[in-house]
């Protein structure tokens, strides 16, 4: 068993009727990627996840994956028609094999190293370390696989920062990760949030995998009534919130009105560029720079104002 990949280098003012044509005549996926990837002229894209960007790379490939069956040159035909070219366009065809794609995936993922007592451990994998703080992972419908710059700059804020019995709020929660790695480090009461429910229930697995107390850890599409009834106080000791700049920027006033005076915050989802306008934004409240860096992300950190 087989598919046909399809691969056509085209402008950006082709992209979308290339496409349009490819799933007409059956594409069951298509892939759209600068051409000059991994290269010194490559352009990075931003935006919102689910957002349509702005721009699109003035060179892109795009690549279409059709039925093994599927009549390749007829396919060309039709887009050079689309296209109003009087030659075929340049393409390259390719075949992909069927293969265990659930080994596959496991086999991108190891251990990952957060500290000398932190770990990032997915489930099919034994501890390298059994005496260290391991944190189970699934990797699946949310992100948090920790392998991600801002995950684990988060993941070593907590880990150098976190004190025993603190309360800890973990806005965008994704995987559960953040949330789960302040439990094991000593955090009282833990509340995760998200907007996705997907990202909920991949949170509740796991920390069922990490054999967190249920008392101690809640999850919820909602920080309004949760952290009334599931906090002593109505503020926490500590705010991590890994999501992007944006958001949190949005998010300001809520997130720095659920941290004590004298708590800390942590900002994550931010590049460098980025991060002056977010910091601006936090300034009132709290002391707040960035604290550590990893790949162009940053991770902004502070204490909030005590008047």
């Not at 069927?98 to 990032?120: A, G, M, N, Y």
């Not at 953040?178 to 907007?195: E, N, P, Q």
């Not at 109505?234 to 949005?250: F, S």
């Amino acid at each position: 068993m087989y598919w046909n990949s399809l691969t056509l280098d085209v402008d950006a003012t082709q992209v979308e009727l290339v496409s349009e044509k490819c799933f007409e005549l059956g594409a069951l996926s298509i892939d759209i990627r600068d051409a000059a990837a991994d290269t010194a002229d490559e352009k990075p894209l931003f935006g919102e996840p689910n957002a349509i960007p702005d721009e699109i790379w003035d060179h892109t490939v795009v690549s279409a994956l059709f039925e093994h069956s599927a009549d390749i040159a007829v396919i060309l035909q039709e887009i050079q028609q689309v296209l109003n070219l009087s030659n075929q366009p340049r393409y390259a065809l390719s075949q992909i094999h069927e293969q265990d794609w659930v080994k596959l995936t496991q086999s991108q993922f190891d251990p990952i190293k957060i500290s000398q007592r932190l770990w990032i451990v997915p489930t099919w994998h034994a501890p390298v370390d059994a005496t260290a703080i391991n944190l189970i992972l699934d990797p699946g419908r949310a992100f948090g696989t920790g392998s991600h710059p801002t995950t684990q700059l988060c993941l070593s804020w907590l880990d150098q920062q976190l004190q025993s019995g603190n309360s800890v709020l973990d806005y965008g929660c994704g995987s559960g990760i953040l949330a789960i790695a302040a439990l094991k480090l000593g955090a009282s009461r833990v509340i995760g949030i998200d907007i996705d429910t997907n990202a909920i229930q991949a949170s509740q697995d796991n920390a069922i995998l990490n054999h967190c107390d249920p008392q101690s850890i809640l999850f919820s599409t909602s920080l309004n009534l949760p952290i009334a009834n599931f906090f002593e106080k109505q503020q926490v000791d500590q705010v991590v919130a890994n999501i992007l700049a944006n958001p949190l920027i949005l998010l300001a006033p809520l997130l720095a009105n659920a941290v004590r005076k004298g708590g800390q915050i942590a900002l994550s989802g931010i590049l460098m560029e980025q991060a002056q306008e977010v910091s601006e934004c936090y300034q009132q409240w709290f002391d707040i720079c960035i604290v550590d860096q990893k790949d162009g992300w940053v991770l902004l950190a502070g204490t909030k104002h005590h008047d």
